[in-house]
């Protein structure tokens, strides 16, 4: 029998694969049509047409025999498809995204279509302190179940984060901006762990990986996942859910519910701001002046005080 297939993946997909992994990825965008269809088939789906998000899988929609909708997901890289099936596997009933079949040979997983549509449900209101309640039932989670096979967080901060901080300040022009970058990164040798925190974390958590069910409850999805201090988490929430706005009010609130004082997150703010500010640099994004702003409120900022 002959697989369904959708043919080509969308052009935006197929940019945003090719601008994340490079000229790597060409042959499994080709591919990818093949993966999602022999999916399909394995778990008796009808494949319906792709969802055009995402910037590490090809997404399409389908359905199950009794007509219920689901997405279908398939990773270019299987690394990064076993941290995420890994991480929901501890976060399965939480809010995130149930897990309904995987694939482990195809790197594709099929997965809850949350809110009935792409992109999930509206917001029903509280917005920010529904997402922050998200977050800590992740934590929750992560604190109580066996331990997922991911990366820790002090890897990622010590071999991919700190060098790439370092290589760049050294081959950007900085210009006006070097002093605010150099203040930055002296705290980066500063950073420590409490191992009392130490949970799955989600790690990517902008406002695309946050969606919303029915009734209106936020799931996080999309993660990248890590195993270490939970301040992590609240720092990249505070600085890059909703970029220059209502970092104060995240920032309050992730201390607040988490209960790690500001001070301690702070310094994890700075760090995930200054990484962020250097690769808008380089890349030249339109959002440099925002991330700008937010680093210097943080750099500004008292050790006691959010930005």
């Not at 302190?129 to 977050?135: F, L, N």
Request: proline share 8%.
């Amino acid at each position: 029998m002959t697989a369904q297939t959708l043919g080509k993946v969308p052009p935006g997909c197929r940019r945003r694969l090719l601008g994340h992994y490079g000229a790597s990825a060409e042959a499994w965008l080709r591919a990818a049509p093949s993966l999602l269809a022999e999916a399909a088939e394995r778990f008796n789906l009808s494949l319906k047409g792709y969802h055009d998000a995402g910037h590490a899988s090809a997404i399409a929609l389908a359905t199950k025999l009794d007509g219920a909708p689901v997405i279908l997901k398939a990773w270019y890289e299987p690394l990064r498809y076993r941290h995420e099936m890994a991480a929901l596997t501890v976060w399965a009933g939480g809010p995130t995204t149930d897990v309904i079949g995987a694939a482990d040979d195809l790197s594709v997983a099929v997965l809850e279509l949350v809110g009935g549509r792409p992109g999930g449900a509206a917001p029903l209101g509280r917005e920010r302190q529904m997402v922050a309640g998200a977050i800590q039932g992740l934590h929750t989670l992560g604190r109580r179940r066996p331990r997922p096979e991911v990366p820790s967080l002090a890897h990622f901060r010590q071999r991919v984060v700190q060098p790439r901080i370092r290589q760049r300040v050294q081959s950007l022009d900085l210009g006006a901006w070097a002093t605010l970058v150099e203040q930055a990164c002296e705290g980066l040798p500063n950073l420590r762990e409490d191992p009392d925190r130490t949970t799955v974390l989600h790690a990517d958590l902008y406002r695309e990986n946050v969606i919303f069910d029915g009734g209106g409850h936020p799931r996080l999805i999309d993660p990248h996942p890590l195993v270490g201090d939970a301040a992590f988490d609240w720092a990249f929430w505070t600085v890059y859910y909703d970029l220059e706005r209502g970092v104060a009010a995240r920032l309050a609130s992730a201390a607040r519910i988490s209960r790690i004082p500001v001070p301690e997150i702070t310094p994890w703010c700075r760090a995930l701001a200054v990484d962020g500010f250097l690769y808008y640099l380089e890349i030249d994004d339109p959002a440099l002046p925002k991330i700008a702003k937010v680093l210097t409120s943080l750099m500004v900022s008292g050790p006691e005080a959010g930005p």
